[in-house]
């Protein structure tokens, strides 16, 4: 899959290729005075997106919607934070930076199983078998690209993980994964630059040919996945992964795992232009000794890493820009099971979200007292999506159209969350 580009082809004349390759989203939205949204200086200015997916589905109730003395409530206490919300005790390094970050508190959905619940938040569509929808990353990346003429790197990155797909976007706009390390397999063959070149000339005569004889779009997208495989092995802008290369200090302050590894490089990533950079951090599925789980290990492992990037984005003026998902599948049951853990709950959780011009440190909706239902105006994955593509300053009333001819509207016509921008 790795190549250089044939010879003819310049950098800017691949990108409006692949710009090019499905239709582009209108103008920004206007939502009234307290969500008008300035198009041209949203343009001036290079947006960008983070997504931490918390897979397995995080228990919302015992990180960042506690219920202390309830029978559902568990152990954790909640704490002070810099902004007017209460937090976990074992998140005190987020709580520092809860003035930039807003927690969505009424959420409420209804795929508890992981594979579609993944599927949904990922796209704001439930799964279709006659349809593939988009993603965050694929949409964003899509539409934010013109933002970045010099951009020689993939515009969507997936960190630690898959994310799902650019469904019928094609795959010029699918992510591109690597480790936490920004290891990325079988990049240069082990082929010198004249072997290799020759080879990539052959192959695009090939691929040429099959394209003039009309076989059909997978030839087509082969090409364009080929061709960004060849800035990979010869940009500057591939520095971006490598974190060591970062301070020893800033290192250890993100932490020395996976998931601090990442989302440093999330940071370096945005900094270089990239317009979507997703960081996966699972092992959330906590069916049985939850709470020692969450205590020992995964909430220390987030606060760490959380907290840094959230400061860092700040301090070097790239928040402002910068929108912070994070999210999972689903969260947690209220109730408490035999095991000591918590089983699959989509009817009542929470999402977090900052920086790209939200309001923090709020809570943006309730749960009820045990936190078994939501106790305000709900909301869904398509209202998320539309809040965050409002943040970025992409138009809701893009439409695409699905290969099957089918129009699909951006964030399947989700309502952006007003008090997310008052």
Known sequence: MSQPIPHGMSRRHFMSHLAGASAMFGSALSLGHSLRVHADEIKRRRKAAILLWMGGGPSTIDIWDLKPGTNTGGPFRPISTSGDVQICEHLPMMAKQMHHMAIIRSMSTREADHTRGRYYMHTGYAPDPNVEHPSYGAVIAHELIDQRPDLQIPPFISIGGGSVGPGFLGMAWAPFSVNSNGQVRNLNMGLDRQRLASRLRTLELIEQRFIEQRRGL??????????KAVYLMTSEQMKAFKVNEEPEAVRERYGNDAFGRS????????????????????????????????????????????????????????????????????????????????????????????????????????????????????????????????????????????????????????????????
């Open 218 to 227: 997978p030839s087509e997208e082969h090409r364009q996945v080929v061709q």
């Open 263 to 422: 989302c440093l490089m999330a940071r370096r990533l945005v900094e270089v232009g990239v317009p979507f950079v997703e960081v996966g951090f699972g092992g959330w599925d906590n069916h049985s000794n939850i709470f020692p789980t969450l205590a020992d290990n995964k909430l220390p492992t987030l606060d760490r890493a959380m907290s840094a990037l959230v400061e860092d984005l700040e301090q070097r003026g790239l928040l402002q820009d910068t929108v912070i998902i994070w999210m999972g599948e689903f969260s947690r049951t209220p109730r408490i099971n035999g095991n000591t853990g918590r089983d699959h709950w989509a009817r009542a959780w929470s999402v977090v979200v900052g920086g790209g011009g939200i309001r923090g440190g709020q809570a943006i909706g309730a749960t009820n007292e045990d936190g078994t239902r939501v106790a305000t105006d709900p909301y869904t994955a398509e209202d998320v999506m539309a809040s965050v593509c409002h943040a970025l300053g992409i138009s809701l009333e893009t439409t695409f159209t699905s290969r099957n001819g089918r129009p699909m509207k951006i964030a399947n016509s989700g309502k952006v969350i007003k008090d997310l921008f008052a």
